[in-house]
């Protein structure tokens, strides 16, 4: 079974020891090969906490079901299953269905042996940078050896540590050069990510090397310029607050961002952006010293689509939602002019 399932990989042990345990409880779950052992739902659950107190009194003496929890509990810890994740449940659905989905099994493979390697990078980063700190012992040349794994794995490290790492090698002679190779090997490992936000927050104004730095802002710049009205004001919603990047797509946004946003949006999310762009209307003087002329923008947009005669029914809806409003005297006026 672990075998089909690993596809005979040559795991670390600590990977082994993470899904190995799992496959062996999970499997003798459903083969019944545990007397009086958990169910999949307890197994899946064991680290929930709403799971593992519920319905449970603590001031009465345990019931039979409850000491029978109590020690499948035990028997997980002993196995070193202290909680599950997508590995556990792309098993269970095997066991039950029969069907093996090796593609889903091998992402989530990649991302444990991800995780464990950048561990690994981490702590050699560490041990690479005491060595040329405190090491007198230890030749330039040995240094540069000892550093030169770091190019190849540079993306799992964190950018405050690979710009120690350039600082260190540029003391060494010879050592700029691949000071500078684990630079922008990491900048193609961050450029190669999918980044919907960028968080380069640095409290302890640790330092940062100019290209990383040119690469984060780069990165800020392409998400602000393709974040939309909607995914502004959601967020907006959703946080109860906003930054520069929801300030700057709501400052951009025309009225035919807007009326396209409430044409095509989803009808949940609808109720939730018309509700939160009529209060910001109606609350301009707050809203518009950060974004700019976007609540204008928006009646504008709802303007348009009230005195839509191809659209009767959002026509319609528009103009339920701001009939007991201030906005519906703005509805019944001319726009000032192009937006």
Known sequence: MA??????????????????????????IHYRGITDGPDFQFALNVANPDWMHFGRDKNAE????????????LLMQELGIHGCDEFEKVLVEFLESGLFDAEQVQVIIDRY??????LQVRQAARDFLNAAFWDHRMSDADLLVKAG??????????????????????EITDGQALGQAIVSAWIAAFAAGDHHDVEDDNPFNNPI????????????????????????????????????????????????DFEAAIR???IDKLRRFMRRMIEMRLQRATYDVHFGTATQHFVDACRAISNDPNSPRLAALVKKLVSRTALAAELSTPAAGPS
């Open 209 to 256: 090397h100019p290209d990383i730095k040119a690469a984060f802002d780069a990165a800020k710049a392409r998400v602000q310029a393709n974040a939309t009205v909607v995914d502004a004001c959601m967020d907006i919603i959703n946080d109860n607050g906003w930054g520069t990047l929801q300030e700057v797509a709501m400052k951009r946004a025309t009225a035919a």
């Open 113 to 118: 042996v991800a995780e464990t390697e950048a």
């Open 62 to 73: 345990p019931t039979e079901q409850e000491k029978r929890e109590d020690r499948w509990r």
């Open 149 to 170: 794994q770091f190019p190849a794995s540079a993306g799992l490290l964190d950018p405050y540590v690979v710009t120690q790492l350039f600082d260190a090698l540029s």
């Open 264 to 266: 095509g949006m989803e």
């Open 3 to 28: 075998n089909q399932i690993l596809a005979g990989r040559d795991l670390d042990q600590a990977i082994q020891s993470r899904v190995v345990p799992s496959i062996v409880l999970f499997s003798a």
